[in-house]
């Protein structure tokens, strides 16, 4: 069992920036391949990134492609999303997600998931 915990979400203006992090307890971090979802309102979840357990292996939703990076402290049991030149269509919870090795940005496929944190950008 892993349990995530979501943080660094927060109000900012477009163009601004935040880094959100998703610190892992529980089974072995290293072990897992980590995502990013996000869920705005009255959508459904959507894939932002993910990233393999050694890192190998990153990728983007073509929305924040060029703008968001995803990078994982396997030391410090910690992912983190970095977000740059924020648009107010980025406002969404923002979820963190755990499973199984290997590269994945179907939501159903990871098994553990963060309570998630708000990200709020506007105009």
């Known amino acids: 069992q892993v349990q995530l915990v979501e943080s660094g979400g927060g109000l900012v203006q477009a163009g601004g920036s935040l880094r959100l992090s998703c610190a892992a307890s529980?089974?072995?971090?290293?072990?897992?391949?980590m995502g990013w979802f996000r869920q705005a309102p009255g959508t459904e979840r959507e894939f932002v990134s993910a990233?393999?357990?050694?890192?190998?292996?990153?990728g983007y939703a073509d929305s924040v492609k060029g703008r968001f990076t995803i990078s994982r402290d396997n030391a410090k049991n910690t992912v983190f999303l970095q977000m740059n030149n924020l648009k107010p269509e980025d406002t969404a919870v923002y979820y963190c997600?755990?499973?199984?090795?290997?590269?994945?940005?179907?939501?159903?496929?990871?098994?553990?998931w963060g309570q998630g944190t708000q990200v709020t950008v506007s105009s």
């Open positions: 990233i393999t357990r050694s890192g190998g292996v990153i």
């Open positions: 997600a755990g499973g199984e090795e290997g590269y994945k940005s179907t939501d159903t496929r990871y098994d553990y």
């Open positions: 529980g089974r072995t971090f290293s072990s897992y391949a």
